[in-house]
């Protein structure tokens, strides 16, 4: 099957961050701005109003880095994972899907980008460092520092280690959950997130798991 251009001889390009899921941008591409975001890793689209091939954050320097283009199964729709540089959008936000659309249609800008649900949980939890301790779980969490963290981290982590060996499907998740907002606050206090804990996972991705522990014990 080839590419499904449309009559102007372009296709439109979903770029989608690799790491945490959002949608960054919506763009077209011709079969020369494909073929050039192929052969150099960065995102290149083409400009109807200007009628020219541009590459994404060529001022800004927000590029797109790109690490695959898959069509969909109608071949007329382009899917680019991609590391974005800076923000994406035009606007200076990170992703250009902000206004959300009510039930009677009018669109409502709204203070964040939409993004998958862990991103949502994240940006809750630095939310809860604003609120009061004897309000939210999660303050009392950072209030107490990485001892207190720690230490429902190592309980929920020996938790899982029980259901996994002995409990139920519904209980090995429960535990999981737990788990994993646990870590998340701690990489909150830390002010680190889980999109970089993605992408160490990815940079590991090449290299086997011997040699990914050997080159940390040097």
């Known amino acids: 099957m080839q590419l499904q251009l449309n009559e102007q001889g372009l296709i439109p390009a979903v770029a989608q961050d690799r790491f945490d899921g959002q949608i960054r941008m919506v763009a077209w591409m011709s079969q020369e701005s494909l073929a050039q975001t192929l052969a150099t890793g960065q995102a290149t689209f083409f400009s109807r109003s200007r009628g020219k091939l541009w590459l994404k ?34 606007t200076g936000r990170p992703s250009c899907f902000f206004q959300r659309i009510a039930a009677d249609g009018t669109l409502h800008e709204e203070p964040y980008e939409m993004t998958p649900f862990l991103g ?58 737990d788990l994993l907002f646990h870590v998340l606050v701690g990489l909150r206090a830390r002010g680190l997130g889980l999109r970089e804990v993605v992408r160490t996972l990815a940079d590991r991705a090449q290299q086997s798991g011997h040699a990914e522990k050997s080159s940390r014990k040097a």
């Open 57 to 90: 954050g060529e001022s800004s320097g927000n590029v797109l880095r790109v690490h695959s283009v898959t069509a969909d199964c109608d071949a007329d729709t382009l899917l680019l994972l991609v590391e974005p540089a800076g923000p994406s959008c035009h």
């Open 120 to 177: 949502e949980l994240e940006r809750t939890i630095e939310e809860r460092q604003a609120s009061t301790a004897d309000k939210s779980y999660t303050r009392s969490l950072l209030d107490g520092g990485i001892t207190k963290i720690g230490g429902k981290i190592r309980e929920e982590a020996g938790e899982l280690v029980e259901a996994l060996a002995n409990e139920s499907d519904q209980r090995v998740l429960s535990e999981s959950a």
